[in-house]
Nanobody, 124 residues
Framework: QVQLVESGGGLVQAGGSLRLSCAAS????????MGWFRQAPGKEREFVAA????????YYGDSVKGRFTISRDNAKNTVYLQMNSLKPEDTAVYYC?????????????????WGRGTQVTVSL
């Protein structure tokens, strides 16, 4: 059974940084695509970043390009989201997601597995 567990959220001032982690377990993920999404109160779930577990190109939502970086550590079975230059509008619950295919999809419905999320709050 696939499990994705996020950690690393918290409260940070605008301009600060956080690194989110997503610990993956339950199977080999080499043929998966991993993604990060976020959801603010009253808004739809928004694509943040994605990459193939095996490496290669990374993709980002327009609102986070140049500030966020997705990466993974195969030895630790963990995917990361480094978030720099945080803004109050980045405040949301951040979710890790896994897709049972390597082709790129930026919609939440395209992902098969989800973590429970971690709250990120950016204050002025």
């Amino acid at each position: 059974q696939v499990q994705l567990v996020e950690s690393g959220g918290g409260l940070v001032q605008a301009g600060g940084s956080l690194r989110l982690s997503c610990a993956a377990s339950g199977r080999a993920f080499s043929s998966y695509r991993m993604g990060w999404f976020r959801q603010a109160p009253g808004k739809e779930r928004e694509f943040v970043a994605a990459m193939r577990w095996s490496g290669g190109s990374t993709y980002y939502g327009d609102s986070v390009k140049g500030r966020f970086t997705i990466s993974r550590d195969n030895a630790k079975n963990t995917v990361y989201l480094q978030m720099n230059s945080l803004k109050p509008e980045d405040t949301a619950v951040y979710y890790c997601a896994g897709r049972r295919s390597v082709d790129m999809v930026a919609t939440a419905t395209g992902y098969d597995y989800w973590g429970r999320g971690t709250q990120v709050t950016v204050s002025l």
